[in-house]
């Protein structure tokens, strides 16, 4: 466990505090898939040391995600179904936070993870098709990771 003098922000969610290498980029690489990030949010809700964190709080923390754009990537079902999604990659920052700060080891997964993907795995949902547009090409929204739709 964490034994840092400084009073955390959130005393529900006292690991947000950490900082990871890259975050400040958005460029943090990711080392779960999603069918494994899901698994994880459902184990965090049924946790009662985080009982008091609502799903609205969640969304919040792990980058403002809409209701509808966390229903839609619980819904999924694969290793990389909602990986383009701004759950994946807000999701896997806020549980990797967790770890450290209760001092958890890496799992097995994460370290055959590591060595499969040594600069994290891809953010490209192999379920999604291209599409093409004729015309001007679409306005990118924002900067960085994709923020909302899955």
């Not at 947000?16 to 990711?30: A, K, M, N, Q, R």
């Not at 015309?135 to 994709?146: L, N, T, W």
Request: overall charge positive; aromatic content about 12%; proline content about 6%.
């Amino acid at each position: 466990t964490h034994t840092d003098e400084q009073e955390p922000a959130d005393p529900d969610l006292p690991f947000l505090s950490i900082s990871l290498p890259g975050e400040s980029t958005d460029s943090v690489p990711v080392y779960d898939s999603c069918d494994e990030l899901r698994r994880k949010i459902r184990a965090f809700f049924r946790n009662p040391k985080y009982s008091k964190v609502t799903q609205k709080k969640f969304r919040e923390a792990i980058g403002d995600v809409n209701a509808n754009t966390y229903r839609r990537f619980m819904e999924k079902k694969g290793e990389t179904a909602g990986a383009e999604c701004g759950m994946f990659y807000g999701s896997y920052v806020f549980f990797e936070k967790m770890r450290i700060w209760e001092g958890k080891a890496k799992g097995i997964r994460r370290v055959r993870s590591e060595i499969e993907f040594p600069h994290g795995r891809p953010m490209i949902d192999d379920n999604r098709r291209g599409v093409w547009v004729i015309g001007r090409a679409p306005a990118k929204r924002g900067g960085g990771r994709r923020k909302g739709w899955c």
